[in-house]
């Protein structure tokens, strides 16, 4: 099959590339120049070890990658849409360039004919001059693809199921473990049969278990997933505030709580966010207002780097703060609402001049050095347990960091006893 990805990000370009290796041939679509001219050189415009190896594979072969959206409406016959979707003003969800892309994939075919009102559908996925499947990846609220698939006939006079194929397939792996692509099962939401079949038939060459359900609940799953972790996280973070109340330590408290319980597995506490977390649960309550457990749950999860400042100012004022980690998560180098970067902004905002490192983030005012970050150091706050400070030596930061230096960390990446611990008392 003859296939259109829509958006080179952390979702579209591993696809893309597992696509191509998988007997599709694809044509990638992506706007940012810049993208295209890393893609085009054979490079990765972000950190995926998973996927280069499939980029050398397939660039040139099985693989193209092009800004015009028109160019890859007249050549394939299934389009991926992965393009994001942001929160907009007043924290509703911006939808918009998703129903542009769907409008502009059949404006497009109007290069070659376009989709033919009352041409009945095939089985077996779309064909070559056949109607065509456009398959939203991206992340949206519940009832956008129905409501998608409504304009789409009115606009163009056409009926869905027969003149195009419209499928809601999301993304649920981790970023930077799209190797996940090869072993989460892939939901197929759908309201018609020759829909599904389409959806199916691109994604049956991952080897992966297809999982059929409705358009509404392929689009509440997606959001089920991320809402349920995002409060898993938060419940574990408020554990850690009532047991610093209490003068306990959460990780012991979390350590009896899970282990041989079957019922247990309570995560461990730290900074939750990033651009999935951050805002799913959002989408949820797009038409149900009543959603204070997950507006509970982001309240507690987006104020940690609040809460560790004052933990810290209880026992002293502030002398030298550093923080470390600026990505959202460990080893990536993606900073969109990363909770570090705004603890950073936090401290400036207070008046102190904050040093900060990331081995993974090259941009937003991070030092390369870790020693020379740490050399020094009064405050350390560790919002991003990456395996290079997992790697550092109790040691070493005790001989680098200034006398009496506090450690603000909820991972406890260095073995400590608890979130907050002096180097020398």
Partial sequence: MKVSV??????????????????????AVEVDARVRDAVSRGRMPFTDPFSEPYLAETLGRTFSITGDLAVAARQCQAF??????????????????????????????????????????????????????????????????????RSLERRFGLKAGRDFFVAFCPERTLEGRSDELLELPQIIGA????????ARCLFEPLGVELVDTGLVEAEMAKLACNAYRYIAFA??????????????????????????????GIPSPGYASGPCLFKDGLFLGTRFPAVDLLLAGWKINETLPEYFIALVERIRPLVRP??????????CDDTRN?????????????????AAHDPHVTRAGAVSDLRSVLSGAREIFVTVPHRQYRETQWTE??????????????????????VVTRLVD
């Fill in 6 to 27: 829509i958006g080179c990000g952390r979702v579209g370009l591993p696809l893309a590339l597992l696509l191509a290796a998988r007997g599709h041939e694809v044509v």
């Fill in 80 to 149: 991926v849409v992965c393009i994001g979707t942001p929160l907009g003003p007043g924290l509703l969800p911006d939808l918009s360039a998703v129903a542009g892309v769907a409008e502009g994939v059949l404006e497009g075919l109007s290069g070659k004919g376009g989709p033919v009102p009352g041409r009945p559908a095939t089985s077996g996925g779309p064909e070559p001059g056949g109607p065509p499947a456009i398959i939203i990846r991206s992340t949206v609220v519940p009832g956008m693809t129905d409501g998608l698939i």
């Fill in 191 to 198: 309201r018609d049969e020759a829909s599904r079949d389409a």
């Fill in 235 to 264: 419940l574990s973070n408020e554990l850690m505030m009532i047991a610093q109340s209490h003068g306990a330590r959460v990780h012991e408290v979390l350590k009896a709580a899970n282990q041989g319980y079957k019922r247990g």
């Fill in 322 to 331: 550093v923080v470390l980690g600026l990505a959202f998560k460990a080893d």
């Fill in 338 to 354: 990363s909770l570090g970067l705004k603890l950073a902004r936090l401290l400036e905002a207070r008046g102190h001049e904050v």
């Fill in 397 to 418: 930061l005790t001989r680098l960091a200034g006398r009496d230096c506090i450690v603000a960390d909820p991972w406890l990446v260095w073995g400590q006893d608890d």
